[in-house]
């Protein structure tokens, strides 16, 4: 899951687990299936700072903890 990503890393979504509310508000944010993000900061609480589509955002741990991902260059999910 994206909240158990490590700092200056580089990963792709595959998906994410939550109702109509919380896939809409994710993917307003540029986060779908399939993009690649980087992670900028994860202090293992709060905030998870990303760098999508060249843009830097910041997402709640409770949101992060649904989005699941892969890091780049691996065949198994991050968990």
Request: positive net charge; charged residues 25%; proline residues 4%.
């Amino acid at each position: 899951m994206l909240s158990d990503a490590a700092v200056g890393r580089t990963y792709t979504m595959l998906g994410l687990e939550g109702g109509h509310f919380m896939r809409e508000k994710v993917f307003s944010m540029g986060l779908n299936p399939g993009v690649t993000l980087k992670v900028l900061l994860n202090p293992g609480f709060g905030p998870i700072e990303l760098e999508v589509r060249q843009a830097k955002l910041a997402i709640g741990r409770g949101m992060a903890c649904r989005i699941r991902i892969r890091e780049n260059g691996d065949l198994k999910e991050a968990s």
